[in-house]
């Protein structure tokens, strides 16, 4: 059992920066695979970036290889994307989300534990 908690977002003008945080409760958590997900208007949740049980491998969409970093420390329960050089199409809600398994997966469906999500508006 994983609760997870989302924070960081807000408005930023295109090529500007946020990092996001998730906080998460719950004894599983370091031995779980998780990611970030986004969902834009009228749009279904997306993949965005993944890692691995103990930090590595990680895994990024093509869309945001590059510019976006995902980052874990187990011994503080926390998770973290580090967004940069940010485009309007990065607009969306995002999610952070736990699976109850150690191996990486991309599909929202196989994720078990979501945060509430963070909005990421970038806008000029």
């Known amino acids: 059992q994983v609760q997870l908690v989302e924070s960081g977002g807000g408005l930023v003008q295109p090529g500007g920066s946020l990092r996001l945080s998730c906080a998460a409760s719950g004894r599983t958590f370091s031995t779980s695979a998780m990611g970030w997900f986004r969902q834009a208007p009228g749009e279904e949740r997306e993949f965005v970036a993944a890692?691995?049980?103990?930090?590595?491998?990680?895994y990024y969409a093509d869309s945001v290889k590059g510019r976006f970093s995902i980052s874990r420390d187990n011994t503080k329960n926390t998770m973290w994307l580090q967004m940069r050089s940010l485009k309007p199409e990065d607009t969306a809600v995002y999610y952070c989300?736990?699976?109850?398994?150690?191996?990486?997966?991309?599909?929202?469906?196989?994720?078990?534990?979501w945060g509430q999500g963070t909005q990421v508006t970038v806008s000029s």
């Open positions: 989300a736990a699976r109850g398994a150690v191996h990486i997966r991309y599909s929202p469906n196989e994720y078990q534990y």
């Open positions: 890692i691995g049980w103990s930090g590595q491998p990680t």
